[in-house]
């Protein structure tokens, strides 16, 4: 898997979080990466959301609202 970028994304970037939040990461990878299929995966209190850089455009697109605070952090 190539990862290109981590984005923390969501309300502990914005500062609007409660000790309830959880933590919110956009893993950006390769297009040719094989864990991409654009479903978030929770841990814990840490949500992950992979995307490769072809739907992460389209995501961006359609606008995704995740996704556009995740490009401008």
């Given amino acids: 898997m190539g990862i290109i970028a981590i984005i923390p994304y969501g309300s502990r970037v914005y500062g ?8 919110d ?11 991409t299929d654009g479903a978030p ?3 814990n209190n840490v949500d992950y959301k992979f ?4 739907m992460f455009q389209a995501a961006l697109c359609e ?10 952090t």
Avoid: G, K
């Fill in 41 to 43: 995966l929770a841990v």
């Fill in 16 to 23: 609007t979080h409660t000790d309830q939040s959880d933590y």
């Fill in 63 to 72: 606008q995704d609202i995740s996704i556009i605070e995740a490009y401008f």
């Fill in 51 to 54: 995307l490769n850089v072809t």
């Fill in 25 to 35: 990461f956009l893993i950006l990878t390769t297009d040719n990466s094989t864990i």
